[in-house]
């Protein structure tokens, strides 16, 4: 009796398996009929990147200025680990993706009004690049958003936000 339940629920996930992976290909009117006698809406639709996709990877840069000249930029990524170990736990990920938030967020904000200086997503933004490694001397940092995409002839980069310079009382010590 135990493994004729077994053999149900085995056969019950399989095909649940099935008609959600062809659900995925939007494969026509029998697809709309079929999750129609299928209650609350157990047949999931994946859809990543609908309505509006990402046409444009948006990054964190700062730069530092020492002896009143500003260094070069730098990026801002937390890097991915291991290959081998990616697929079971990837916490740099984590990093990267509370990174693209924060920079959407900020984005989204009226760019010409000043209260975006004390929003939650200029402040954290600020607080990540405040909490990089950077050589002693340094007085001043500034970030930026910089946008980049890819047509079909050509790459683009815009700057998407500028953020004002900030004096740095204290460096922390550069980590070599």
Same mark, same amino acid.
């Given at each position: 009796m135990q493994d004729l339940r077994l053999v149900a629920l085995a056969a019950v996930l399989t095909a649940w398996w099935t008609i959600?992976?062809?659900?995925?290909?939007?494969?026509?009117?029998?697809m709309r009929r079929v999750r129609r006698h299928i209650p609350l809406e157990l047949i999931p639709l994946w859809t990543f990147f609908a309505p509006n996709p990402a046409r444009a990877? #948006?990054? &964190? *840069?700062?730069?530092?200025?020492?002896?009143?000249?500003?260094?070069?930029?730098?990026e801002l990524h937390f890097g991915f680990a291991s290959a081998g170990g990616r697929w079971l736990a990837n916490p740099?990920?984590?990093?990267?993706?509370?990174? #693209?938030? &924060? *920079?959407?967020?900020?984005l989204s904000l009226p760019k010409e009004d000043r209260s975006v200086l004390l929003s939650s997503a200029y402040l954290t933004l600020l607080s990540i690049v405040l909490a990089q490694p950077r050589p002693a001397g340094c007085s001043s940092l500034q970030f930026a958003v910089v946008r980049t995409s890819a047509g079909p002839f050509d790459r683009r980069v815009e700057v998407a936000y500028l953020s004002e310079a900030h004096e740095v009382a204290d460096p922390i010590p550069h980590v070599c």
């Open positions: 959600s992976a062809l659900n995925q290909f939007h494969s026509g009117a029998w990877d #948006s990054r &964190l *840069v700062w730069r530092e200025e020492h002896s009143s000249k500003w260094g070069n930029w730098r740099e990920l984590i990093l990267n993706k509370a990174v #693209s938030d &924060l *920079v959407g967020s900020l």
